[in-house]
Protein backbone atom coordinates (compact mmCIF):
# COMPACT_ATOMS: atom_id res chain seq x y z
CA UNK A 1 0.00 0.00 0.00
CA UNK A 2 2.58 2.28 1.05
CA UNK A 3 3.78 2.78 -2.71
CA UNK A 4 0.23 3.98 -3.34
CA UNK A 5 1.42 7.27 -1.57
CA UNK A 6 4.15 9.68 -3.02
CA UNK A 7 5.26 12.57 -1.77
CA UNK A 8 7.65 15.33 -3.20
CA UNK A 9 9.00 18.33 -1.13
CA UNK A 10 9.17 21.33 -3.42
CA UNK A 11 12.68 22.77 -3.49
CA UNK A 12 12.78 26.57 -2.77
CA UNK A 13 15.92 27.83 -4.87
CA UNK A 14 16.34 31.10 -4.88
CA UNK A 15 13.84 34.37 -4.16
CA UNK A 16 10.28 33.50 -4.80
CA UNK A 17 9.27 35.04 -7.88
CA UNK A 18 5.45 35.56 -7.79
CA UNK A 19 3.69 38.56 -6.66
CA UNK A 20 0.71 37.66 -3.88
CA UNK A 21 -0.54 41.01 -3.69
CA UNK A 22 -3.96 39.99 -5.93
CA UNK A 23 -4.08 37.11 -3.24
CA UNK A 24 -3.65 39.43 -0.03
CA UNK A 25 -5.66 40.29 2.94
CA UNK A 26 -6.90 43.23 1.49
CA UNK A 27 -7.27 41.99 -1.86
CA UNK A 28 -9.92 39.30 -0.28
CA UNK A 29 -11.99 41.97 1.70
CA UNK A 30 -12.44 43.35 -1.23
CA UNK A 31 -13.42 40.04 -2.98
CA UNK A 32 -15.95 39.10 -0.02
CA UNK A 33 -17.58 42.87 -0.06
CA UNK A 34 -18.77 41.94 -3.73
CA UNK A 35 -19.99 38.53 -2.70
CA UNK A 36 -21.71 39.79 0.76
CA UNK A 37 -23.82 41.92 -1.82
CA UNK A 38 -25.83 38.45 -3.09
CA UNK A 39 -28.36 38.27 -1.05
CA UNK A 40 -27.53 34.20 -0.46
CA UNK A 41 -24.31 35.08 0.86
CA UNK A 42 -23.13 33.81 4.41
CA UNK A 43 -20.05 32.65 5.74
CA UNK A 44 -19.84 29.12 5.72
CA UNK A 45 -19.10 27.28 8.81
CA UNK A 46 -15.87 26.16 10.18
CA UNK A 47 -16.46 22.84 12.26
CA UNK A 48 -14.70 21.71 14.70
CA UNK A 49 -13.24 17.69 15.26
CA UNK A 50 -11.79 17.76 18.38
CA UNK A 51 -12.57 14.07 19.14
CA UNK A 52 -11.44 13.07 15.89
CA UNK A 53 -8.30 15.08 15.75
CA UNK A 54 -7.97 13.20 19.28
CA UNK A 55 -8.52 9.78 17.52
CA UNK A 56 -6.37 10.15 14.47
CA UNK A 57 -3.16 11.59 16.80
CA UNK A 58 -3.28 15.36 16.07
CA UNK A 59 -4.21 18.27 18.44
CA UNK A 60 -7.12 19.51 16.74
CA UNK A 61 -8.95 19.44 13.45
CA UNK A 62 -10.82 22.25 11.68
CA UNK A 63 -12.89 21.85 8.49
CA UNK A 64 -14.77 24.69 6.40
CA UNK A 65 -18.20 23.01 5.24
CA UNK A 66 -18.53 24.61 1.63
CA UNK A 67 -21.91 22.43 1.32
CA UNK A 68 -23.78 25.53 2.77
CA UNK A 69 -22.37 27.88 -0.40
CA UNK A 70 -25.05 29.45 -1.76
CA UNK A 71 -27.02 26.92 -1.65
CA UNK A 72 -25.47 25.04 -3.95
CA UNK A 73 -23.15 22.61 -2.36
CA UNK A 74 -20.14 23.53 -3.59
CA UNK A 75 -17.46 26.62 -3.20
CA UNK A 76 -16.95 26.93 -6.64
CA UNK A 77 -19.86 29.80 -7.27
CA UNK A 78 -16.97 31.93 -5.23
CA UNK A 79 -14.92 32.09 -8.54
CA UNK A 80 -17.55 32.20 -11.18
CA UNK A 81 -19.47 34.83 -10.01
CA UNK A 82 -16.35 36.97 -9.11
CA UNK A 83 -15.40 37.10 -12.35
CA UNK A 84 -18.20 37.27 -14.44
CA UNK A 85 -18.95 39.97 -11.99
CA UNK A 86 -15.26 41.66 -12.59
CA UNK A 87 -15.74 41.02 -16.81
CA UNK A 88 -19.43 42.46 -16.89
CA UNK A 89 -18.08 45.21 -14.78
CA UNK A 90 -15.57 46.01 -17.46
CA UNK A 91 -17.89 45.93 -20.43
CA UNK A 92 -20.20 48.56 -17.83
CA UNK A 93 -16.60 50.44 -17.77
CA UNK A 94 -16.09 50.38 -14.21
CA UNK A 95 -14.17 48.84 -11.34
CA UNK A 96 -15.64 45.62 -9.64
CA UNK A 97 -15.75 47.71 -6.32
CA UNK A 98 -18.38 50.05 -8.32
CA UNK A 99 -21.18 47.05 -8.98
CA UNK A 100 -22.88 44.92 -6.77
CA UNK A 101 -25.49 42.24 -7.01
CA UNK A 102 -28.25 44.65 -7.38
CA UNK A 103 -26.93 46.50 -10.26
CA UNK A 104 -25.58 43.46 -12.26
CA UNK A 105 -29.42 42.25 -11.95
CA UNK A 106 -31.15 45.41 -13.57
CA UNK A 107 -32.94 45.99 -16.21
CA UNK A 108 -30.77 49.27 -17.04
CA UNK A 109 -28.12 46.79 -16.99
CA UNK A 110 -28.76 43.81 -18.54
CA UNK A 111 -30.27 46.43 -21.74
CA UNK A 112 -26.67 48.39 -21.55
CA UNK A 113 -25.17 44.77 -21.49
CA UNK A 114 -27.30 43.07 -24.23
CA UNK A 115 -27.05 39.19 -24.36
CA UNK A 116 -23.89 37.53 -23.47
CA UNK A 117 -23.48 33.63 -23.60
CA UNK A 118 -20.68 32.53 -20.44
CA UNK A 119 -19.05 28.89 -21.63
CA UNK A 120 -17.14 26.49 -19.45
CA UNK A 121 -16.16 22.88 -18.88
CA UNK A 122 -16.63 21.23 -15.89
CA UNK A 123 -17.20 17.95 -13.86
CA UNK A 124 -20.09 19.58 -12.23
CA UNK A 125 -19.50 22.11 -9.45
CA UNK A 126 -17.49 25.56 -11.49
CA UNK A 127 -20.37 24.42 -14.21
CA UNK A 128 -22.89 24.75 -11.73
CA UNK A 129 -21.63 27.98 -9.95
CA UNK A 130 -20.90 30.18 -13.62
CA UNK A 131 -24.57 28.34 -14.66
CA UNK A 132 -26.47 30.04 -11.59
CA UNK A 133 -24.41 33.36 -12.11
CA UNK A 134 -25.28 33.66 -15.49
CA UNK A 135 -29.03 33.27 -14.87
CA UNK A 136 -28.82 35.67 -11.46
CA UNK A 137 -27.37 38.32 -14.23
CA UNK A 138 -29.65 36.97 -16.85
CA UNK A 139 -27.48 35.86 -19.06
CA UNK A 140 -27.05 32.56 -21.28
CA UNK A 141 -24.40 30.05 -20.38
CA UNK A 142 -23.31 26.67 -22.12
CA UNK A 143 -21.45 23.49 -20.15
CA UNK A 144 -19.37 20.86 -20.88
CA UNK A 145 -18.55 18.20 -19.20
CA UNK A 146 -16.39 15.37 -19.24
CA UNK A 147 -17.17 12.04 -19.81
CA UNK A 148 -18.36 9.79 -16.79
CA UNK A 149 -19.41 13.02 -14.84
CA UNK A 150 -22.70 12.51 -12.81
CA UNK A 151 -25.99 12.66 -14.13
CA UNK A 152 -27.16 14.68 -11.19
CA UNK A 153 -24.39 17.35 -11.47
CA UNK A 154 -25.60 17.71 -15.09
CA UNK A 155 -29.09 17.86 -14.05
CA UNK A 156 -28.15 20.47 -11.45
CA UNK A 157 -26.50 22.83 -13.85
CA UNK A 158 -29.32 22.58 -16.62
CA UNK A 159 -31.73 23.15 -13.30
CA UNK A 160 -30.00 27.15 -13.49
CA UNK A 161 -30.99 27.39 -17.47
CA UNK A 162 -28.04 26.44 -19.05
CA UNK A 163 -27.12 24.60 -22.41
CA UNK A 164 -24.89 21.58 -20.84
CA UNK A 165 -23.96 17.91 -22.26
CA UNK A 166 -21.19 15.11 -21.23
CA UNK A 167 -18.69 15.04 -23.60
CA UNK A 168 -16.87 11.73 -24.81
CA UNK A 169 -13.75 14.08 -23.71
CA UNK A 170 -11.73 14.30 -20.82
CA UNK A 171 -11.40 17.22 -18.45
CA UNK A 172 -8.53 19.10 -20.17
CA UNK A 173 -9.67 18.36 -23.67
CA UNK A 174 -13.46 19.35 -22.91
CA UNK A 175 -11.94 22.79 -22.02
CA UNK A 176 -10.31 22.71 -25.38
CA UNK A 177 -13.79 22.42 -26.75
CA UNK A 178 -15.35 25.43 -24.67
CA UNK A 179 -12.49 27.78 -25.90
CA UNK A 180 -13.03 26.69 -28.66
CA UNK A 181 -16.94 27.54 -29.21
CA UNK A 182 -15.81 30.98 -27.25
CA UNK A 183 -13.79 31.52 -30.03
CA UNK A 184 -16.20 30.90 -32.86
CA UNK A 185 -19.47 32.23 -31.38
CA UNK A 186 -18.17 34.81 -29.34
CA UNK A 187 -18.86 33.54 -26.24
CA UNK A 188 -17.16 34.45 -22.79
CA UNK A 189 -14.81 31.74 -21.42
CA UNK A 190 -15.02 31.21 -17.75
CA UNK A 191 -12.45 28.38 -16.92
CA UNK A 192 -10.10 28.56 -14.01
CA UNK A 193 -6.97 27.23 -15.88
CA UNK A 194 -5.17 29.51 -17.54
CA UNK A 195 -2.67 29.85 -20.52
CA UNK A 196 -0.66 32.03 -22.29
CA UNK A 197 -3.20 35.22 -23.19
CA UNK A 198 -6.00 33.92 -21.26
CA UNK A 199 -5.29 35.24 -18.07
CA UNK A 200 -7.74 37.53 -16.21
CA UNK A 201 -10.41 35.70 -15.76
CA UNK A 202 -8.42 32.88 -14.11
CA UNK A 203 -7.05 35.13 -11.70
CA UNK A 204 -10.50 36.90 -10.70
CA UNK A 205 -11.72 33.14 -9.94
CA UNK A 206 -8.71 32.52 -7.86
CA UNK A 207 -9.53 35.96 -6.09
CA UNK A 208 -13.09 34.60 -5.80
CA UNK A 209 -11.77 31.61 -3.99
CA UNK A 210 -10.27 34.58 -1.26
CA UNK A 211 -13.80 35.11 0.34
CA UNK A 212 -13.76 31.21 1.39
CA UNK A 213 -10.13 31.07 2.56
CA UNK A 214 -10.36 34.73 4.64
CA UNK A 215 -13.88 33.17 6.39
CA UNK A 216 -11.67 30.01 7.78
CA UNK A 217 -8.68 32.42 8.71
CA UNK A 218 -11.33 34.33 10.93
CA UNK A 219 -13.23 31.73 12.35
CA UNK A 220 -10.40 29.45 13.31
CA UNK A 221 -9.51 30.66 16.78
CA UNK A 222 -5.52 29.92 16.55
CA UNK A 223 -3.21 29.77 13.68
CA UNK A 224 -2.87 26.18 12.19
CA UNK A 225 0.39 24.27 12.20
CA UNK A 226 -0.70 22.59 8.96
CA UNK A 227 -2.77 23.19 6.20
CA UNK A 228 -4.02 20.37 3.45
CA UNK A 229 -5.56 21.34 0.35
CA UNK A 230 -7.04 19.24 -2.64
CA UNK A 231 -6.33 20.21 -5.99
CA UNK A 232 -7.01 19.80 -9.58
CA UNK A 233 -5.43 22.38 -11.56
CA UNK A 234 -4.34 24.01 -8.46
CA UNK A 235 -6.13 27.23 -8.44
CA UNK A 236 -8.39 26.69 -5.30
CA UNK A 237 -4.93 25.49 -3.88
CA UNK A 238 -3.26 28.10 -5.08
CA UNK A 239 -5.83 30.68 -3.79
CA UNK A 240 -5.19 29.92 -0.43
CA UNK A 241 -1.84 29.34 -0.39
CA UNK A 242 -1.32 33.03 -1.71
CA UNK A 243 -4.01 34.04 0.99
CA UNK A 244 -2.36 32.21 4.05
CA UNK A 245 1.35 33.03 2.85
CA UNK A 246 0.62 36.96 2.20
CA UNK A 247 -0.52 37.35 5.80
CA UNK A 248 1.93 34.39 7.56
CA UNK A 249 5.63 35.03 5.40
CA UNK A 250 7.81 32.54 6.05
CA UNK A 251 5.49 31.96 9.75
CA UNK A 252 2.85 30.38 7.35
CA UNK A 253 1.34 27.28 8.30
CA UNK A 254 3.41 23.71 6.73
CA UNK A 255 0.87 23.36 3.33
CA UNK A 256 0.64 20.18 1.62
CA UNK A 257 -1.12 19.91 -1.75
CA UNK A 258 -3.06 16.38 -2.33
CA UNK A 259 -3.80 14.97 -5.49
CA UNK A 260 -5.57 11.94 -6.81
CA UNK A 261 -2.88 8.65 -8.46
CA UNK A 262 -4.32 9.28 -11.67
CA UNK A 263 -4.27 12.73 -11.79
CA UNK A 264 -1.07 14.49 -9.98
CA UNK A 265 -0.09 16.97 -12.49
CA UNK A 266 1.30 19.02 -9.30
CA UNK A 267 3.02 16.03 -7.75
CA UNK A 268 4.57 15.26 -11.21
CA UNK A 269 5.68 18.57 -11.64
CA UNK A 270 6.85 19.78 -7.93
CA UNK A 271 9.01 15.87 -8.50
CA UNK A 272 10.67 16.53 -11.72
CA UNK A 273 12.00 20.26 -10.59
CA UNK A 274 12.64 21.49 -13.67
CA UNK A 275 10.96 24.58 -14.02
CA UNK A 276 8.34 23.11 -16.33
CA UNK A 277 5.05 21.97 -16.18
CA UNK A 278 4.12 18.22 -16.18
CA UNK A 279 0.45 16.65 -17.54
CA UNK A 280 -1.22 13.89 -17.29
CA UNK A 281 -3.01 12.20 -20.34
CA UNK A 282 -5.86 9.86 -20.52
CA UNK A 283 -8.99 9.41 -18.68
CA UNK A 284 -7.96 9.90 -15.35
CA UNK A 285 -10.73 7.53 -13.71
CA UNK A 286 -10.35 8.65 -10.40
CA UNK A 287 -13.54 8.75 -7.72
CA UNK A 288 -12.18 12.23 -7.01
CA UNK A 289 -14.07 13.92 -10.50
CA UNK A 290 -13.57 17.37 -9.16
CA UNK A 291 -9.94 16.97 -9.16
CA UNK A 292 -9.71 14.57 -12.50
CA UNK A 293 -7.78 17.56 -14.11
CA UNK A 294 -4.13 16.70 -16.05
CA UNK A 295 -2.70 20.31 -16.72
CA UNK A 296 -1.66 22.63 -14.24
CA UNK A 297 -3.33 26.27 -14.05
CA UNK A 298 -0.14 28.33 -15.13
CA UNK A 299 -1.03 31.15 -12.07
CA UNK A 300 -1.49 28.44 -9.43
CA UNK A 301 1.48 26.53 -10.11
CA UNK A 302 3.53 29.66 -9.56
CA UNK A 303 1.89 30.07 -6.13
CA UNK A 304 2.35 26.91 -5.24
CA UNK A 305 6.02 26.56 -6.09
CA UNK A 306 7.43 29.07 -3.88
CA UNK A 307 4.98 28.61 -1.15
CA UNK A 308 3.86 24.91 -0.81
CA UNK A 309 5.55 22.86 0.95
CA UNK A 310 4.76 19.43 -0.21
CA UNK A 311 2.80 17.54 -2.83
CA UNK A 312 1.11 14.40 -2.03
CA UNK A 313 0.08 11.78 -4.68
CA UNK A 314 -3.03 9.10 -3.22
CA UNK A 315 -5.56 6.45 -4.12
CA UNK A 316 -8.93 6.70 -4.05
CA UNK A 317 -9.96 4.77 -1.31
CA UNK A 318 -8.31 7.38 1.23
CA UNK A 319 -10.71 10.02 0.00
CA UNK A 320 -13.54 7.54 0.22
CA UNK A 321 -12.11 7.09 3.97
CA UNK A 322 -12.30 10.75 4.09
CA UNK A 323 -16.03 11.02 3.07
CA UNK A 324 -17.14 8.27 6.13
CA UNK A 325 -14.87 9.60 8.36
CA UNK A 326 -16.44 12.97 8.04
CA UNK A 327 -20.28 11.95 8.18
CA UNK A 328 -19.58 10.04 10.94
CA UNK A 329 -16.87 11.77 13.14
CA UNK A 330 -15.75 11.03 16.68
CA UNK A 331 -17.87 11.70 19.77
CA UNK A 332 -19.67 14.52 19.43
CA UNK A 333 -17.70 16.64 16.95
CA UNK A 334 -19.53 18.72 14.04
CA UNK A 335 -20.63 16.52 11.15
CA UNK A 336 -19.21 17.26 7.70
CA UNK A 337 -21.27 15.48 4.75
CA UNK A 338 -18.35 15.88 2.03
CA UNK A 339 -18.48 15.14 -1.49
CA UNK A 340 -15.14 12.52 -3.22
CA UNK A 341 -12.87 15.43 -3.83
CA UNK A 342 -14.13 17.65 -0.77
CA UNK A 343 -12.85 14.64 1.76
CA UNK A 344 -9.60 13.56 -0.43
CA UNK A 345 -7.15 15.95 1.82
CA UNK A 346 -8.95 14.55 5.14
CA UNK A 347 -9.11 11.21 4.09
CA UNK A 348 -4.82 11.26 3.01
CA UNK A 349 -4.30 12.65 6.18
CA UNK A 350 -6.61 10.22 8.22
CA UNK A 351 -4.67 7.20 6.49
CA UNK A 352 -0.83 8.91 6.92
CA UNK A 353 -2.14 9.33 10.74
CA UNK A 354 -3.40 5.36 11.17
CA UNK A 355 -1.32 3.42 8.92
CA UNK A 356 1.84 2.37 10.21
CA UNK A 357 3.20 1.65 6.91
CA UNK A 358 3.10 5.76 6.12
CA UNK A 359 4.85 6.19 9.56
CA UNK A 360 7.60 8.02 7.10
CA UNK A 361 5.22 10.59 5.76
CA UNK A 362 4.16 11.06 9.10
CA UNK A 363 7.40 12.25 10.71
CA UNK A 364 8.39 14.16 7.43
CA UNK A 365 5.39 15.95 7.12
CA UNK A 366 5.36 16.92 11.39
CA UNK A 367 1.86 15.92 12.30
CA UNK A 368 1.18 15.05 15.96
CA UNK A 369 -0.12 15.34 18.67
CA UNK A 370 0.10 19.13 18.63
CA UNK A 371 -0.74 19.76 15.08
CA UNK A 372 -3.46 21.51 14.50
CA UNK A 373 -4.58 21.25 11.01
CA UNK A 374 -6.85 23.23 8.87
CA UNK A 375 -8.96 21.62 6.00
CA UNK A 376 -11.28 23.09 2.92
CA UNK A 377 -14.53 20.25 2.52
CA UNK A 378 -15.05 21.95 -0.82
CA UNK A 379 -18.39 20.16 -1.91
CA UNK A 380 -21.39 18.26 -0.45
CA UNK A 381 -22.83 14.90 -1.91
CA UNK A 382 -23.16 16.84 -4.78
CA UNK A 383 -23.53 13.27 -6.72
CA UNK A 384 -25.80 11.35 -3.77
CA UNK A 385 -26.05 8.14 -5.33
CA UNK A 386 -22.15 7.58 -5.41
CA UNK A 387 -22.08 9.28 -1.90
CA UNK A 388 -24.62 6.81 -0.61
CA UNK A 389 -22.80 4.09 -2.34
CA UNK A 390 -19.36 4.81 -0.07
CA UNK A 391 -20.76 5.90 2.83
CA UNK A 392 -23.30 3.16 3.26
CA UNK A 393 -22.32 0.56 1.40
CA UNK A 394 -18.82 0.92 1.64
CA UNK A 395 -17.71 1.05 -1.99
CA UNK A 396 -13.62 1.49 -2.26
CA UNK A 397 -13.11 0.39 1.64
CA UNK A 398 -9.74 1.11 2.97
CA UNK A 399 -6.70 -1.08 1.74
Not at 81 to 93: D, E, P, T, V
Not at 152 to 178: C, F, H, M, P, Q
Not at 188 to 195: E, H, I, P
Not at 373 to 393: C, H, P
Request: proline letters at 4%; aromatic letters at 10%; charged letters at 25%.
Amino acid sequence: MKEEFKIAKRTHDGECTCDLAFLSRESAEKVREFHRSFPVYEATPLQHLPETAKYLGLGDVYVKDESYRFGLNAFKVLGGSYAIGNYLAQRLGKKISEVDYQTLISEEVRKELGDITFVTATDGNHGRGVAWTANQFRQKSVVYMPKGSAKERLENIRAEGAEASITDLNYDEAVRLANSQAEEKGWVMVQDTAWEGYEDIPTWIMQGYGTMGLEALEQIPEKPTHIFLQAGVGSMAGAVTGLFSAIYGEDRPVITIVEPNKADCLYRTAEANDGERHFVTGDMDTIMAGLACGEPCSIGWEILKDHADYFISCPDYVAAKGMRILGNPAGKDDRVVSGESGAAAFGCVAEIMTNPQLSDIRKQLGLDENSRVLFFSTEGDTDKENYKAIVWDGRFPSA
